[in-house]
C-alpha cells in the first residue's frame, strides 16, 4: 500500500510538472490577447489537478479492495473520486474516516494537494505578472 502511494504521489508531481512545463511553451506561441492566455494557465491547470484527482481515486479504489476484500463493503469509484477530491483539497472527509492503508495515502495526499496547488498559484502569479498589462 505505501507503494501505492508513493507511485500515486510521483505520478501527480510529474504530471503536473509536464503541465507546467507545457504551458510555458505553449503560451508565448497561442494567438490570443495576452490577458485571454490567463484562461488558458487557470484552465490547464485545473484539468491538471483534476487528472492528478483521479490517479489518488484510482489509487483508493485499489487501496480499499486490497485491504478490506472480505469485508463485504464496497468502495465505488465515484466514492473514491469524491474522497480524492476532499482529501487534494485539505478539506478533511466528510464521508467518514479512512481506515486502515487508506489513512495513509488520504495524508500524503493532502500534503501533495497543497503543495500542487500553492505550485499552481505561484505559477499564475508568475504569468499574470507577465501577460497583465500587455494590450
Known amino acids: 500500500m505505501a507503494t501505492i502511494t ?3 504521489s510521483l505520478a501527480s ?3 503536473h510538472y509536464e503541465v507546467l512545463r507545457l504551458l510555458t511553451f505553449l503560451l508565448p506561441s497561442i494567438a490570443v490577447k495576452p ?3 490567463l484562461l488558458v494557465v487557470v484552465t490547464g ?3 491538471a489537478h483534476l487528472l492528478e484527482v483521479l490517479v489518488f481515486a484510482i489509487a ?3 487501496c480499499f479492495e486490497l485491504d478490506f476484500p472480505d469485508r463485504g463493503s464496497e468502495m465505488s469509484f ?3 473520486l469524491y474522497l480524492s477530491i476532499e482529501s487534494f483539497a485539505s478539506l478533511g472527509t ?3 474516516f479512512p481506515v486502515g492503508q487508506l489513512r495513509l495515502l488520504a495524508g500524503v495526499e493532502a500534503l501533495v494537494g497543497l503543495i500542487l496547488i500553492g505550485w499552481t498559484a505561484s505559477f499564475t502569479y508568475l504569468a499574470m505578472n507577465t501577460f497583465w498589462m500587455e494590450h
Open 45 to 47: 491547470t485545473i484539468v
Open 78 to 80: 465515484v466514492q473514491a
Open 35 to 37: 490577458r485571454q492566455k
Open 60 to 62: 483508493f479504489w485499489v
Open 6 to 8: 508513493l507511485a500515486s
Open 13 to 15: 508531481l510529474l504530471l
Open 94 to 96: 466528510s464521508t467518514g
